[in-house]
T-cell receptor, first 115, second 114 residues
Framework: GNSVTQMEGPVTLSEEAFLTINCTYT??????LFWYVQYPGEGLQLLLK?????DKGSNKGFEATYRKETTSFHLEKGSVQVSDSAVYFC??????????????FGQGTTLQVKP | SQTIHQWPATLVQPVGSPLSLECTVE??????LYWYRQAAGRGLQLLFY??????ISSEVPQNLSASRPQDRQFILSSKKLLLSDSGFYLC?????????????FGNGTRLTVT
């Protein structure tokens, strides 16, 4: 079935370091791909999305490119800040489910940025 | 613009007690609605989803149930809570039709069953 695999955390970086959080997926058809961010004690916020192969989603300095050939959607940021510390979730839309709009989430990757 | 409200923010309940968590959406009609659970240190598990009033689909067998009495209201319930029901419960909505539409989440309810 469809699934999402993220790199295990926690990821600990110093401020201004380069960030990569790996995400790979298994899916039939052509799912849409999403990155969500969860700050401590809060719900999930949509960070960016891509709906077709080679699309690049970007927001707040974060980027991810939909790579169909490698079934990947890695999240990157050139220079992280302490305020980026959070849990990041990769997700895909389950098109098998018709119009339900269900998303399948990865396990989440905790990012800790130190000053 | 659309907003989602979820309450309460935190809840401590004894084993065997009932549960009712409520979620409402404003600013849109006929949204898809979802209940997810996030166990400590783990990812998100879809519990229920609904594409319309009275239409509930369950993803996993469990001690919980869901209802959608109104178009923009989604309720998560239990008759008797178990210790394993502890977790962070998230309500979400999306535009009808699914596909490329992202989910928009509430702020969650932290449930501790003692």
């Amino acid at each position: 079935g469809n699934s999402v695999t993220q790199m295990e955390g926690p990821v600990t970086l110093s401020e201004e370091a380069f960030l990569t959080i790996n995400c790979t997926y298994t899916a039939t058809g052509y799912p849409s791909l999403f990155w969500y961010v969860q700050y401590p004690g809060e719900g999930l916020q949509l960070l960016l999305k891509a709906t077709k192969a080679d699309d690049k989603g970007s927001n707040k300095g974060f980027e991810a490119t939909y790579r169909k050939e490698t079934t990947s959607f890695h999240l990157e940021k050139g220079s992280v800040q302490v305020s980026d510390s959070a849990v990041y979730f990769c997700a895909l839309s389950d098109h098998r489910s018709g119009n339900t709009g269900k998303l399948i989430f990865g396990q989440g990757t905790t990012l800790q940025v130190k000053p | 613009s659309q907003t989602i409200h979820q309450w309460p923010a935190t809840l401590v309940q004894p084993v065997g007690s009932p549960l009712s968590l409520e979620c409402t959406v404003e600013g849109t009609s006929n949204p898809n609605l979802y209940w997810y659970r996030q166990a400590a240190g783990r990812g998100l598990q879809l519990l229920f989803y609904s594409v319309g009033i009275g239409q509930i689909s369950s993803e996993v067998p469990q001690n919980l149930s869901a209802s959608r009495p109104q178009d923009r209201q989604f309720i998560l319930s239990s008759k008797k809570l178990l210790l394993s029901d502890s977790g962070f419960y998230l309500c979400a909505w999306s535009f009808p039709g699914g596909g490329n539409s992202p989910l928009h989440f509430g702020n969650g309810t932290r449930l501790t069953v003692t």
